[in-house]
């Protein structure tokens, strides 16, 4: 029955990932452009360094029809075909090593009672080790996709700033006498008509190749693992706010201890807002190693591991850059978490249903 209840439970995963990564997906794509954007913070070193001023960055509703009207309703759902893979995967690989694991905890838990030990229930800590592992896991089996997925998402951005850095090469030349203005204005216009080349899952996966072989398919890996502790700070507040719910219901002897959709989507927010809040930082720094790095000719772009994006980004952006696009992110998460633990646990029910009544019908035919 536990494997039973552990198929379910990634099966369920899946399918409710994919949903909500349907819904939310033109916030994910411009919630990624934020995080990947590079803004110098106002001092006397960048300012000697770069030509460029800062620029305040616009709202997430703004840079959502800026997307539209340059790139069509297409640019929102840039990567959307790997993106459902990786969130197919993601929460399948995850929520079934997270029951298999749960399943190994409460037993642990339930053995440690008969022995007079703690009263038969698993800890904060034992939730945080079983998401901890089976997150582990999930980093390590699908970063690929995703390092795919952050490629297709920013590659029009990446895209625009190449494009910049030539126009402003071009510039140079001409303001120092090398190129005529006639030529300049020739090869301005050739840049401006010059439209972003198709780019696929295929192409993608060439380019990480090429400029890092199969390790570059792990970029952001250790942030990413890093990270683990999102999901396990998450489903620990998860798992403890359903635990209370029932207990309290239990203390009143109600006759119902189930809880309903609306709660478990209520808890999933909370928990997910608590989780996203405390663990962005990683989640732009990993961004920042998955997107394309040759993007200028300044090395304050461009990061060579994590260790470097962090320095880097401390000297040239200062602690906000650790926080770009956190709006975004919290409200893309948080409604992405609660449309998934409510369709989630819909579908186990219904799967555990399916399941109990083929087995009365073996049963029948069998007797």
């Not at 140079?172 to 972003?196: R, V």
């Not at 990993?286 to 790095?293: I, M, P, T, V, Y």
């Not at 646990?345 to 249903?353: G, R, S, Y």
């Amino acid at each position: 029955m536990s494997e039973s209840n552990a198929i379910a439970n990634g099966l369920a995963g899946a399918g409710g990932g994919i949903i909500a990564q349907i819904i939310t997906y033109p916030l994910q794509t411009v919630n990624t452009r934020q995080q990947t954007e590079r803004t110098l913070k106002k001092n006397k070193e960048n300012l000697l360094l770069h030509s460029s001023k800062p620029t305040t960055a616009p709202s997430t509703l703004l840079q959502i029809f800026q997307v539209i009207g340059s790139e069509g309703w297409g640019g929102l759902y840039s990567g959307l075909k790997p993106s459902l893979l990786g969130t197919a995967a993601s929460q399948g690989i995850y929520y079934y090593f997270y029951q298999v694991f749960k399943n190994k905890a409460v037993a642990i838990a339930a053995a440690r009672k008969v022995k007079g030990n703690g009263d038969g229930t698993v800890g904060m800590f034992g939730w945080l080790v079983v998401a901890a592992i089976a997150g582990s896991l999930n980093v390590l089996l699908t970063n690929p996709i995703w390092v795919l997925v952050t490629r297709m998402q920013t590659h029009t951005q990446a895209e625009k700033k190449i494009m910049e850095e030539k126009k402003e090469a071009l510039r140079k030349a001409a303001s120092e006498s090398i190129l005529a203005d006639s030529t300049l204005e020739n090869k301005l216009a050739e840049l401006n008509s010059t439209k972003p080349r198709p780019y696929g899952t295929i192409h993608a996966a060439n380019e990480v190749y090429n400029e890092a072989g199969i390790v570059g398919f792990w970029k952001g890996v250790i942030p990413a693992l890093i990270m683990v502790c999102n999901p396990s700070i998450q489903f620990m507040i998860y798992e403890s706010s359903l635990k209370h719910i029932r207990a309290k219901r239990s203390a009143k002897k109600q006759g119902d201890k189930s809880v309903s959709a609306l709660e478990v989507f209520l808890v999933g927010a909370l928990a997910k807002l608590g989780a996203t809040v405390s663990t962005y930082p990683l989640l732009v720094v990993k961004s920042r190693l998955q997107a394309k790095q040759e993007i200028g000719g300044s090395s304050s772009l461009r990061y060579s591991g994590t260790f470097d994006a962090v320095l880097k980004m401390i000297r040239y952006e200062g602690l906000p850059g650790f926080y770009k696009g956190m709006s975004t992110k919290i409200v893309q998460s948080v409604f992405a978490a609660s449309v998934l633990f409510m369709v989630k646990e819909e579908l186990v029910k219904a799967f555990m249903v399916l399941a109990n009544k083929s087995k009365n019908v073996v049963s029948n035919l069998s007797s």
